[in-house]
């Protein structure tokens, strides 16, 4: 009995690796050096014109989403949720993302459903201008189901230390500008698939309600808000950046505020997708569960002061993004919806 026997066939991972090159190349710039296949990426930090560069890392994965990936066979977008996820948490701080490795796990490899996922996360990567440096492909039969997968990356980013944000002068009176989302983005994925079900059939009937499929509405890929924090870092000045994934509004908001600050958001003042309406009508949930839940149509909150929260709005809507002004910070803890 050999490796083959056993479940493992290395030239499929060989042609795993060549079918990828092309889609990890794509992301290269500058600062990468070497090429894909060596036991460690490299990327060049020198020149970066920062007084204290410091480095930030994130990692995440694309959680039981994936599920529906599978029951679809789409695969050319779960990559895109996979960086979305790693470098949205990495722009809060107000770094660039750099670089990117992703970690793939199968039961069995097929090279070409390996393709289209890395093809998803080397579109991930160009979206958020970092550099997909290698990555990890490990065949693992008898511990996933055939047809089924993992994945997961990490992310590294760099800021001067004198530009993180940390929220530290936050203060009563501030606002929260709201950047919206494309939809569930990955997070609650347990409850949508208790409430929507894995039937091919089912997910692939149009719903007049959400203007589409609703498989098309459940692996609408994470928005990725990278490049637009970016730029709004750099004209005005950003207090606090929370990423809206799991524990939604009531959790991941108050992690950017000091002690003794809460917020209050108006959930009138912006435009959900439709799913969330139907979500709500199927979990039969209250508006302190769903948004403990789901990011409920906002993904990203910026806090600003409370003369740069329109022009904040304004220019984030001039960079393609859907903006509102959803409440603010009040003296106390948590948040009040």
Same mark, same amino acid.
């Given at each position: 009995m050999d490796y083959k026997d056993a479940g493992v066939d290395v030239t499929r991972g060989y042609k795993a690796v060549e079918l990828i090159k092309k889609h990890t190349k794509s992301t290269f710039d500058?600062?990468? !050096?070497?090429?894909? +296949?060596?036991? =460690? =990426?490299?990327y060049s930090i020198a020149g970066n014109g920062m007084k204290e560069p410091v480095l930030v890392a994130g990692t995440d994965g694309v959680g039981t989403k994936l599920k529906y990936a599978f029951v679809m066979d789409k695969h050319d977008t779960i990559g895109i949720d996979c960086v979305a996820m790693c470098v949205n948490d990495v722009v809060c701080?107000? $770094?660039r993302p750099l670089l990117f490795l992703d970690y793939f796990a199968v039961g069995r490899l097929y090279p070409e459903v390996a393709e289209k996922v890395v093809s998803g &996360?080397? /579109?991930?990567? #160009?979206?958020?201008?970092? $550099?997909l440096i290698g990555g990890e492909? $490990?065949?693992?039969? +008898?511990?996933?189901?055939? +047809? /089924?997968y993992d994945l997961a990356g990490f992310s590294v980013g760099i800021v001067d230390k004198a530009k993180i944000i940390n929220g530290s002068s936050i /203060?009563? %009176?501030?606002?929260? &500008?709201g950047l919206g989302s494309t939809g569930v983005h990955s997070n609650g994925y347990s !409850?949508? #698939?208790k409430l929507f079900g894995e039937d091919k059939a089912t997910l692939e009937q149009y719903d007049e309600t959400l203007g589409s499929t609703v498989a098309e509405a459940l692996l609408q890929p994470t928005r990725i808000y990278v490049k637009t924090i970016l730029n709004l870092i750099e004209r005005f000045d950003i207090k606090g950046i929370a990423h809206i994934t799991g524990g939604g509004f009531i959790e991941n908001i108050p992690r950017i505020f000091p002690k003794g600050i809460g917020c209050e958001i108006d959930c009138k003042s912006f435009d959900a997708p439709p799913v969330f309406k139907l979500l709500?009508?199927?979990? %039969?949930?209250?508006? $302190?569960? !769903?948004?403990?839940?789901?990011?409920? +149509?906002?993904?990203? &909150? !910026?806090? &600003?002061?409370p003369q740069d929260a329109e022009a904040v709005r304004a220019a984030a809507e001039r960079l393609g993004e859907k903006a509102y002004i959803i409440g603010k910070t009040v003296a106390g803890e948590g948040v009040k919806l």
């Open positions: 500058q600062n990468v !050096l070497g090429d894909l +296949g060596s036991f =460690g =990426g490299f701080q107000g $770094a &996360v080397a /579109e991930g990567c #160009r979206q958020a201008g970092c $550099a492909t $490990a065949e693992m039969p +008898g511990f996933y189901t055939d +047809g /089924e /203060e009563p %009176g501030d606002v929260l &500008v !409850l949508v #698939r709500r009508f199927k979990s %039969g949930l209250d508006d $302190a569960k !769903l948004y403990n839940t789901f990011n409920m +149509g906002i993904g990203m &909150v !910026l806090c &600003v002061k």
